[in-house]
């Protein structure tokens, strides 16, 4: 079966500092993998997504940036977080090809900036 | 842009009793997904409706696909405790496989 797993769970970082959100996906090839942003209670905003290696899509422009070094493996990163950034964090993934294939979520992280 | 507008965006209501969330938009979607989420955790698909009209059923939910595939609905019978959460709906257009969110509702079901 397929799994995801995003982590850390919760991380509090100072503004300035740098950031790096991982996640992984097992048993399965080849997916689509998404980073969303969710502020609290509401709606998820897309931020990134990727069709495979190194190919990566920005959806608005912001402070972070992300990577897929490997066919499973996202990565969101920051070089300089603002407290605008603070929110919860899913990482997801879907079966490539199929517009109508549900999204898998991990169970997210927590950032805070102080 | 295609935009997804719940409604209510919050509900507290008394266990027992039902309740209906409503997914609006002005443009056509090619298939709708809800969604429900706990606190901490990522949202877990609950159903995916395809064609304009279709109705499902998963146990005291049902799920409604508008005709025009613009809207849907999710009514939840005789409402549990255990059915608090976010519900949110997201809409694929018809140029991709892109999901547009709605804003979410969150339902506290009181015991």
């Known amino acids: 079966s397929q799994t995801i797993h995003q982590w850390p769970a919760t991380l509090v970082q100072p503004v300035g500092s740098p950031l790096s959100l991982e996640c992984t996906v097992e048993?399965?090839?080849?997916?689509?993998l998404y980073w969303y942003r969710q502020a609290a209670g509401r709606g998820l905003q897309l931020l990134f997504y990727?069709?495979?290696?190194?190919?990566i899509s920005s959806e608005v422009p912001q402070n972070l940036s992300a990577s897929r070094p490997q066919d499973r493996q996202f990565i969101l990163s920051s070089k300089k977080l603002l407290l605008s950034d603070s929110g919860f964090y899913l990482c997801?993934?879907?079966?490539?090809?199929?517009?109508?294939?549900?999204?898998?979520f991990g169970n997210g992280t927590r950032l805070t900036v102080t | 842009t295609q935009l997804l507008e719940q409604s209510p965006q919050f509900l507290s209501i008394q266990e027992g009793e039902n309740l209906t969330v409503y997914c609006n938009s002005s443009?056509?979607?090619?298939?709708l997904q809800w969604y429900r989420q706990e606190p901490g955790e990522g949202p877990v698909l609950l159903v995916t409706?395809?064609?304009?009209?279709e109705v499902k059923k998963l146990k005291r939910l049902t799920f409604q696909f508008g005709d025009a595939r613009k809207d849907s609905s999710l009514h939840i019978t005789a409402a549990q405790p255990g059915d608090t959460g976010l519900y949110l709906c997201?809409?694929?257009?018809?140029?991709?496989?892109?999901?547009?969110f709605g804003g979410g509702t969150r339902l506290m079901v009181k015991p």
């Open positions: 997801a993934w879907s079966v490539r090809g199929t517009g109508r294939s549900p999204l898998h």
């Open positions: 048993g399965t090839s080849n997916p689509n």
């Open positions: 990727s069709v495979g290696i190194g190919q």
């Open positions: 443009s056509v979607f090619s298939s």
């Open positions: 409706v395809v064609t304009g009209g």
């Open positions: 997201a809409g694929e257009g018809n140029a991709g496989n892109m999901l547009t």
